[in-house]
């Protein structure tokens, strides 16, 4: 069975794709299910932001063939770990656990890197490429501990 990881925002246009697409090319896909999703579903099946596709290409990595998808109740018991951006994502996501042991795979994806910080990888949709270059750069560091802790 691969061990399944989904990455939520809240629109599934910006962050989330970048950090699936991220994950992705530092794990073997035949082990890991990576995947993404947005607790809104108001950008539900359009492509990722041009800013976001544009940051990954530079970074030589295809987010191109993600469309946006709303986070459903179903998605916390099929993921193992469930990775969210900020804490607005965290809260939007625990109002729909049902099951207490569930609550556990919902973690602050930088607390991977600042364990129990709290820090949110901020919502660039309304800043300008240096946003999102600075998401990229918060979610390789979070990914990168990610893809060791999982691969250990
Ligand atoms: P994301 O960014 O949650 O990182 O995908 C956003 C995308 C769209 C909106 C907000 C944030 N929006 O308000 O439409």
């Given at each position: ?109 930088m607390d991977e890197v600042y364990a129990?910080?709290?820090a ?18 918060m979610?390789?560091e979070a990914?990168?501990k ?7």
């Amino acid at each position: 069975m691969k061990t399944r990881i989904l990455m939520v925002c809240l629109g599934n246009i910006c962050r989330s794709p970048l950090a699936e697409g991220i994950l992705k090319s530092k794990l073997n896909t035949a082990e890991f299910h990576v995947d993404s999703a947005g607790t809104s579903a108001i950008h539900e099946g359009e492509l990722p932001d041009k800013r976001s596709i544009d940051v990954a290409h530079v970074n030589k990595i295809d987010i191109t063939d993600q469309r946006s998808r709303p986070f459903l109740k179903s998605d916390l018991e099929e993921f193992d770990y469930i990775y969210v951006m900020d804490q607005s994502n965290y809260d939007n996501v625990c109002q729909l656990i049902e099951k207490e042991s569930h609550r556990q795979k919902v973690i602050m994806i930088m607390d991977e890197v600042y364990a129990d910080a709290s820090a949110d990888v901020p919502d660039p949709y309304y800043d300008s490429i240096n946003g999102f270059k600075n998401v990229y750069e918060m979610l390789d560091e979070a990914c990168e501990k990610i893809a060791s802790k999982l691969t250990k």
